[in-house]
């Protein structure tokens, strides 16, 4: 492959649901699509890390009561417009696009064997729920991916890393370039492979990069999730928005290995949250107990930790035939009996994890960001949808909707005879210091050791104000490091964490009102 330079109708950045699901629209309508993944494996996504499901429609429903769900979970702040155009478009998509095009082989009711498995999560007032499994993401994307692979109008660069969108006002060498508004033109990429950046020009870009997880100490994402898309955006001049919106899961497996997703349709079919007595606890903090939204249910096992000094609290399923479970968790009880927990008998202890960002770019109903040609999909960007906190199961069926919309409306901006200019791009400079990766690996432990204790579940003026002093210091350390050094993953990846954790500890100081998932003690 020649990646001295390369041209194309749309840059989709990112592998997972959202980035697949733009591919797939923009491809289908005749564009020519480069996907760029940083993973080596194309698979290597949030998405198919994604256990409990995704929303269709239950029995005898309305889209009006799903869009009063999303905004009660959202705590008041969710738009009824994004959550109407989900609930209108969300379940037609899954049925045009996963079951009848890709055939994603969803779970068939026992009772109902033609129908779809219905399913019930924390927040839902009815079972509106489709899954495969515990493993609904995995099936989607491995369905999804091979599909997309396949596509002749779509070429697929794995192990590449965007390093900096391209800009008509940053990075041109025309100098009559600052008198045009500012757009996306495409980005500067590396090749992992041989440390070579080389520029993918294109006419639309549309960042699908996933979360940010990865700036905290605990959280359910892949290490990898690290707020590149937020960074980028930044860097060219888009607005992010939320940010400080960050929905902690109240369940995640604590293992000597790592913290590990435990579905919340654990909770859905009868998993009760309890003490190491086997006692309940959740009714002290919400009439619906162990069912209750994601935030409070977090923030009361975080809380019972701390009053109780003990190290988690636990899941217990274990009440549940021991068939049925292993038939209907099988990933859950693989993931636990590798750990030495069996849920057909033990109840899984748990901590509370960063989990999914409800913030992210700003964009409109298709996508569109405030940077000309410029969109994002999926958890990177913010349509409004989630408000203060987010519905489960919501955030595959936002990406499946709002990866379309972008990939549609992209193509027609193209079709639309547009003319599209594109700058001289520089070439990048090579003459660098080598990389120390000790200095990376500890600069990593103080953004993610300072975004748990200060800008976490429970944050405070004086948590905040330690953190910012923490985090600008250690800034201006990456900063200098980054501007000597030579270029690799690592390097991308320490500069767009310092500069997300900094966004994110910004919001949070500027919000003073305790409001779904981000809550002020003071």
Same mark, same amino acid.
């Given at each position: 492959?020649?990646?001295? &330079?390369?041209?194309?109708?749309?840059?989709?950045?990112?592998?997972?649901? *959202?980035?697949?699901?733009?591919?797939?629209?923009? *491809?289908?309508?005749?564009?020519?699509?480069?996907?760029?993944?940083?993973?080596?494996?194309?698979?290597?996504?949030?998405?198919?890390?994604?256990?409990?499901?995704?929303?269709?429609?239950?029995?005898?429903?309305?889209?009006?009561?799903?869009?009063?769900?999303?905004?009660? *979970?959202?705590?008041?702040?969710?738009?009824?417009?994004?959550?109407?155009?989900?609930?209108?478009?969300?379940?037609?998509?899954?049925?045009?696009?996963?079951?009848?095009?890709?055939?994603?082989?969803?779970?068939?009711?026992?009772?109902?064997?033609?129908? #779809?498995?219905?399913?019930?999560?924390?927040?839902?007032?009815?079972?509106?729920?489709?899954?495969?499994?515990?493993?609904?993401?995995?099936?989607?994307?491995?369905?999804?991916?091979?599909?997309?692979?396949?596509?002749?109008?779509?070429?697929?660069?794995?192990?590449?890393?965007?390093?900096?969108?391209?800009?008509?006002?940053?990075?041109?060498?025309?100098?009559?370039?600052?008198?045009?508004?500012? &757009?996306?033109?495409?980005?500067?990429?590396?090749?992992?492979?041989? &440390?070579?950046?080389?520029?993918?020009?294109?006419?639309?870009?549309?960042?699908?990069?996933?979360? #940010?997880?990865?700036?905290?100490?605990?959280?359910?994402?892949?290490?990898?999730?690290?707020?590149?898309?937020?960074?980028?955006?930044?860097?060219?001049?888009?607005?992010?928005?939320?940010?400080?919106?960050?929905?902690?899961?109240?369940?995640?497996?604590?293992?000597?290995?790592?913290?590990?997703?435990?579905?919340?349709?654990?909770?859905?079919?009868?998993?009760?949250?309890?003490?190491?007595?086997?006692?309940?606890?959740?009714?002290?903090?919400?009439?619906?107990?162990?069912?209750?939204?994601?935030?409070?249910?977090?923030?009361?096992?975080?809380?019972?930790?701390?009053?109780?000094?003990?190290?988690?609290?636990?899941?217990?399923?274990?009440?549940?035939?021991?068939?049925?479970?292993?038939?209907?968790?099988?990933?859950?009880?693989?993931?636990?009996?590798?750990?030495?927990?069996?849920?057909?008998?033990?109840?899984?202890?748990?901590?509370?994890?960063?989990?999914?960002?409800?913030?992210?770019?700003?964009?409109?109903?298709?996508?569109?960001?405030?940077?000309?040609?410029?969109?994002?999909?999926?958890?990177?960007?913010?349509?409004?949808?989630?408000?203060?906190?987010?519905?489960?199961?919501?955030?595959?069926?936002?990406?499946?909707?709002?990866?379309?919309?972008?990939?549609?409306?992209?193509?027609?901006?193209?079709?639309?005879?547009?003319?599209?200019?594109?700058?001289?791009?520089?070439?990048?400079?090579?003459?660098?210091?080598?990389?120390?990766?000790?200095?990376?690996?500890?600069?990593? #432990?103080?953004?993610?050791?300072?975004?748990?204790?200060?800008?976490?579940?429970?944050?405070?003026?004086?948590?905040?104000?330690? *953190?910012?002093?923490?985090?600008?210091?250690?800034?201006?350390?990456?900063?200098?490091?980054?501007?000597?050094?030579?270029?690799?993953?690592?390097?991308?990846?320490?500069?767009?964490?310092?500069?997300?954790?900094?966004?994110?500890?910004?919001?949070?100081?500027?919000?003073?009102?305790?409001?779904?998932?981000?809550?002020?003690?003071?």
């Amino acid at each position: 492959m020649n990646t001295s &330079a390369l041209r194309t109708d749309v840059l989709v950045i990112g592998s997972g649901l *959202a980035g697949l699901s733009a591919a797939w629209r923009a *491809a289908g309508r005749g564009c020519t699509v480069t996907l760029l993944t940083r993973a080596k494996d194309i698979h290597d996504t949030n998405t198919n890390l994604a256990q409990g499901g995704i929303i269709y429609r239950g029995r005898d429903e309305s889209s009006e009561k799903l869009v009063n769900d999303i905004l009660a *979970a959202g705590a008041g702040l969710s738009s009824r417009q994004a959550a109407t155009l989900l609930a209108e478009e969300g379940p037609r998509l899954v049925k045009d696009i996963l079951i009848d095009e890709l055939g994603v082989p969803f779970d068939r009711s026992h009772e109902n064997p033609g129908e #779809l498995d219905l399913t019930c999560e924390a927040g839902h007032s009815i079972p509106r729920i489709v899954h495969y499994k515990d493993q609904t993401g995995s099936a989607i994307e491995k369905t999804f991916v091979k599909r997309v692979c396949a596509h002749p109008k779509v070429e697929v660069l794995s192990g590449m890393t965007a390093v900096d969108l391209l800009t008509t006002s940053h990075h041109s060498l025309d100098p009559t370039d600052v008198y045009r508004p500012i &757009a996306c033109v495409g980005a500067y990429v590396l090749n992992q492979s041989n &440390a070579q950046i080389f520029p993918i020009l294109a006419k639309e870009t549309i960042l699908a990069t996933g979360g #940010l997880g990865g700036v905290f100490l605990h959280t359910t994402n892949p290490p990898a999730a690290r707020g590149d898309g937020i960074a980028l955006a930044h860097r060219a001049g888009a607005r992010c928005i939320n940010l400080h919106f960050i929905q902690f899961h109240p369940t995640a497996l604590l293992a000597p290995d790592g913290r590990f997703l435990i579905s919340e349709t654990v909770r859905g079919e009868g998993g009760r949250v309890v003490d190491r007595h086997g006692k309940e606890f959740m009714q002290r903090y919400h009439p619906a107990g162990s069912m209750a939204p994601r935030d409070v249910a977090a923030r009361a096992i975080y809380q019972t930790m701390l009053e109780t000094g003990e190290p988690c609290m636990y899941l217990d399923i274990a009440h549940k035939a021991a068939d049925w479970l292993r038939e209907r968790f099988p990933g859950v009880y693989a993931l636990c009996l590798d750990r030495g927990v069996d849920i057909t008998r033990d109840p899984i202890p748990v901590v509370p994890a960063a989990h999914y960002s409800c913030g992210g770019i700003a964009t409109d109903e298709w996508g569109r960001t405030t940077v000309d040609r410029l969109w994002a999909a999926g958890e990177v960007a913010c349509t409004g949808l989630h408000g203060a906190n987010r519905l489960a199961s919501t955030s595959l069926l936002e990406c499946l909707v709002w990866g379309t919309r972008a990939g549609q409306q992209a193509c027609e901006q193209i079709e639309s005879g547009r003319e599209f200019y594109f700058p001289k791009i520089s070439d990048w400079r090579y003459e660098r210091e080598p990389v120390d990766p000790a200095l990376i690996a500890q600069d990593w #432990l103080i953004i993610r050791h300072t975004m748990w204790n200060y800008v976490g579940l429970i944050r405070s003026e004086r948590r905040l104000n330690r *953190a910012f002093r923490i985090l600008k210091e250690l800034d201006l350390e990456i900063t200098g490091f980054y501007e000597k050094c030579e270029m690799n993953d690592l390097v991308v990846g320490l500069r767009n964490g310092i500069l997300t954790s900094l966004l994110i500890l910004e919001s949070a100081r500027q919000a003073r009102e305790s409001r779904g998932c981000h809550y002020r003690v003071d």
